[in-house]
């Protein structure tokens, strides 16, 4: 995640300067920003969220970022027509929307048009304010120095389960099934990295109904591949 230039662009043109006004700004998250914890690690302020598909975006495993230690390949975004994604947007202040944009680093911040949105909190439109998504500028897909590894998806379906506790109709919507469905680049190199990995509910309390998801979506030939580490 690289240093994103003080003046990207967005999906509408607009330089991302844009956002530090005195209004609210909305953040998507798409990947381990879905569950609440990941969230007010960053931002205690961060933890109300709304589930939300968006339209345009792709997700896949090709975000990689350039640090000395050993780092694995995380979950980006980019604009693609046809395209979607789910995840959960949730407010900012300017302030707050700065720190991110430099925590992002290498991602472009990019304005989401309130179209693109549909609520699944029961709302009938997306809040009216900047409505943001860090996409990644360079994709750099899993190798065996950057593999995908379970604990960050862990995280990420985590909350994806955690919404559907929460949200009816996002339940209704299968909302986990249908971020790995829209999640691309699945497969080896892929290591599992969970803590005492024979009792995996000590790390990771939703487990089981983690690995009973991805066979359903994926199938249990890729399921079997998945290396320890």
Request: charged share 20%; aromatic share 10%.
């Amino acid at each position: 995640m690289a240093v994103a230039a003080s003046a990207a662009p967005t999906s509408r043109g607009q330089p991302h300067g844009a956002a530090a006004s005195t209004r609210l700004q909305y953040v998507l998250g798409y990947g381990t920003l879905i569950e609440r914890g990941s969230r007010i690690a960053t931002w205690p302020s961060a933890e109300p969220a709304s589930p939300v598909v968006v339209k345009g975006i792709a997700r896949g495993w090709f975000d990689q970022t350039e640090v000395p230690s050993r780092n694995p390949t995380y979950l980006g975004g980019a604009a693609k027509r046809g395209a979607d994604c789910n995840g959960v947007i949730f407010a900012v202040t300017p302030a707050e929307f700065a720190s991110f944009v430099e925590r992002e680093t290498g991602d472009a911040p990019m304005r989401i048009d309130r179209s693109q949105i549909r609520m699944l909190d029961g709302s009938p439109a997306a809040p009216s304010g900047g409505i943001w998504y860090f996409a990644d500028t360079q994709q750099r897909f899993p190798s065996d120095e950057h593999p995908i590894v379970q604990s960050d998806l862990d995280v990420c379906l985590d909350g994806c389960l955690e919404i559907e506790a929460m949200h009816p109709l996002a339940k209704q919507l299968n909302f986990t099934k249908r971020f790995i469905k829209t999640t691309t680049h699945w497969g080896p190199p892929w290591s599992s990295d969970r803590i005492y990995p024979w009792r995996p509910f000590v790390s990771a309390p939703r487990a089981f109904a983690i690995d009973a998801l991805i066979p359903q979506v994926l199938g249990q030939d890729l399921l079997d591949r998945i290396t320890l580490k």
